[in-house]
């Protein structure tokens, strides 16, 4: 996995609540095999017309977003499916951190497996970072991870909370699968004990 | 031993492999389903790191999402979902998987074939690529969606890294009023709660309407916890639980089936074990209920009106409000059985199972469907498709100009060929009504089924407790 440890970037205001997972990749787009090209698909219908082309006022279509790579939006972002195609889309395009005042469970999940930063603030604080992003290029933020804090344009500070273990495993770029395999003489005994306690529970077939 | 323990903490706790000092824990997962759409990814990286899959035993494959529901002997059209299918049969092949492919007769949606086969199964913690995987918790299993990081997580581990969800308790009391289904209930449960209102928690249903569900309404609602937020729902197992489970294909038998039914009668929530958050609803309350916007928080009693954005204080919701009404092409005040549909669907993993297909078929009986719509009927498997057949139910809806469909998840997400054309709107007996959900520009308003085909007939909203059986 990718490292996070500090961005520096122009952060995008979609000052919107509820955004679904539909809205951030609709289904038509989930069909490929692979974990990429995902990002002209990214929030496709507020993006393009029904012809396909661009809506100039979508804000990642305005010249100053065009490279954002933060976010600042609306609680409940993510909700709906639990397609990784979700935060892929953002990752792709070259969104790496997003922020609002909440998210739903398993796209916050999807997200941090793929090395990016979500963060949760209040909804005061988002209001201040929505104004800021408005003001186009110049709307550049830096998030520190290890420092837990975000700097505005105006050089303000914001600090922000994270899970313990996910900010490690952001911070090294750690694989999940590899440190669960560390502890595969754990999951070991687990299997043969619940074999013999619920004899029902395996070889299901 | 700790104090009283709700059914969730119990479940958990029973599959604690560890527990780091921050918290985080190690979980086992006893039963994993894999479809075609959120899985490609996770087999890939099990290729480029040569891991195996710890136990085939435990894994369920089934194409559900892209596959046609017509014309199937002619195999799929649309090349990109092919290569899907495709791709899930081959990995089933390299990795030892069970598949059942879409020649046989026991595929279809996963969340309706788990149950189907007795593969899902109370106490059990359960996990699929696919946020309705909530469905399963009718049981009393611990079933959440996953992204598709974690399939390949629990693909070469069987396990997740998980925190604990807050506990929350949604109490339905009393029983509900003839003619108000599982899903008018969780519409209305959604529609109270909000659909943030279980974000961070486990959702246990219970209450006297709760428990004299049967099996497949108890599916329907916790199949839309996810609506509310909360990624898996629970209600608690028994006799109604049993009985579904007792013969089923991969249910234990015998002496296993005794001790398993003894450890199972132990999972109900201990009396006064402690819940972060709890919501009471009256059952008497509940009416039949429609959405009218593009949330499935957005609910409305049928009998009611399309709410005015003029009237919502809040800055936010009523910007939101707003624009749902504008996508639906709706206006405040407008009454909700004025609104003329072009399509309905019943199926998806929220409504398809036989006891749907027979409350719609009750409404379709002898009547026809308006002349302007296209109705689409779509079982949730090929075994519930079977069962319809052998009950008439075919027929009852092909005589009355539905359309009757091959199993899978259909136009509940159109990523196969049914799905609604811009400005199109549905009735429809699914989970979402998200813009473009069905389809790009696409409008939909959930229901029940019955709902749902008694809309087919009128041709718009309508209330079915004005049809006589």
């Not at chain 1, 661009?54 to 993510?78: C, D, M």
Request: glycine share 10%.
């Amino acid at each position: 996995m990718e490292k996070f440890n500090s961005l520096s970037g122009v952060a995008a205001p979609l000052p919107m609540v509820n955004i679904d997972t539909d809205m951030i990749i609709p289904a038509r787009f989930l069909k490929s095999i692979k974990r990429d090209g995902f990002g002209p698909s990214l929030f496709y219908t507020l993006r393009y017309d029904e012809q396909g082309k661009e809506r100039p006022e979508f804000i990642l279509n305005q010249a100053a977003y065009r490279k954002a790579s933060i976010l600042v939006t609306g609680t409940n972002f993510g909700c709906g499916s639990s397609r990784e195609h979700a935060p892929w889309a953002l990752d792709n395009f070259g969104i790496r951190c997003v922020i609002a005042p909440d998210f739903a469970d398993i796209f916050y999940n999807n997200a941090f497996k793929n090395g990016m930063l979500l963060i949760r603030l209040p909804q005061e604080q988002i209001d201040l970072l929505t104004k800021d992003a408005e003001n186009g290029a110049n709307a550049t933020f830096t998030v520190d991870l290890t420092a837990q804090e975000i700097t505005r344009p105006d050089g303000g500070k914001i600090k922000f909370d994270i899970d313990p273990f996910k900010k490690h495993c952001l911070l090294n770029g750690l694989d999940d699968i590899g440190l669960t395999l560390q502890k595969d003489t754990k999951i070991g005994s687990y299997e043969e004990k619940m074999t013999v306690a619920q004899p029902w529970l395996s070889a299901v077939r | 031993m700790a104090g009283p323990r709700t059914l969730f903490d119990k479940i958990w706790d029973a599959h604690l492999v560890d527990q780091q000092a921050d918290g985080t824990c190690l979980i086992f997962i006893d039963r994993h389903l894999v479809h075609e759409v959120t899985s490609p990814q996770a087999f890939d990286g099990l290729r480029n790191t040569g891991r195996k899959v710890r136990r085939p035993d435990l894994t369920l494959c089934v194409p559900d999402h892209n596959v046609p529901t017509e014309n199937r002997d002619k195999g799929i059209e649309e090349e990109e979902s092919r290569i899907q299918v495709d791709a899930l049969t081959r990995n089933c092949e390299e990795f030892g998987l069970t598949l059942f492919g879409m020649d046989d007769i026991r595929q279809g949606i996963c969340h309706v074939i788990g149950p189907e086969q007795g593969f899902t199964l109370p106490g059990v913690t359960m996990v699929c690529g696919d946020s309705h995987t909530a469905t399963h918790g009718a049981f009393g299993s611990l079933a959440f969606g996953i992204g598709t990081s974690e399939v390949e997580h629990v693909l070469a581990t069987q396990t997740l890294i998980q925190t604990k969800a807050k506990n929350m308790l949604v109490k339905v009391e009393g029983a509900l009023p003839v003619g108000i289904t599982a899903k008018d209930m969780i519409l209305a449960i959604i529609g109270k709660i909000g659909t943030a209102g279980g974000t961070g928690c486990v959702i246990e249903y219970a209450g006297e309407a709760i428990r004299n569900l049967d099996m497949a309404g108890r599916m329907t609602v916790c199949n839309m916890s996810i609506e509310g937020g909360a990624r898996a729902g629970l209600i608690a197992p028994d006799e109604t639980t049993f009985e579904y489970l007792k013969g089923r294909p991969m249910s234990p038998k015998g002496a296993t089936w005794e001790a398993a039914e003894a450890y199972w009668k132990t999972l109900p929530s201990d009396p006064g074990a402690k819940y972060d958050i709890e919501v009471v609803l009256n059952a008497r309350d509940i009416t039949p209920m429609v959405t009218w916007g593009t949330s499935p928080e957005d609910v409305v009693a049928i009998t009611g009106a399309v709410p005015d954005p003029a009237k919502i204080a809040d800055e936010g919701k009523r910007k939101k409000m707003e624009r749902s009404l504008a996508y639906m092409g709706l206006k405040p005040g407008m009454a909700m059985q004025d609104v003329k549909i072009d399509k309905m669907f019943i199926g998806s993993c929220t409504n398809s199972r036989i006891e749907d297909l027979r409350a719609a078929a009750v409404v379709a009986k002898g009547r026809k469907v308006a002349g302007h719509v296209q109705a689409l009927v779509v079982p949730g498997s090929g075994l519930v498709k079977e069962q319809a057949e052998s009950e008439g139910l075919d027929k009852i809806f092909t005589d009355a100009g539905f359309e009757w469909r091959d199993a899978g998840c259909s136009m509940c997400l159109a990523m196969n060929n049914d799905r609604l054309k811009p400005g199109e709107r549905a009735a429809s007996t699914s989970n979402r009504n998200f813009e473009g959900r069905q389809g790009p520009g696409g409008r939909t308003h959930l229901l029940s089924p019955a709902m749902a085909a008694a809309a087919a007939i009128k041709g718009h909203l309508a209330d079915v407790r004005e049809f006589d059986a």
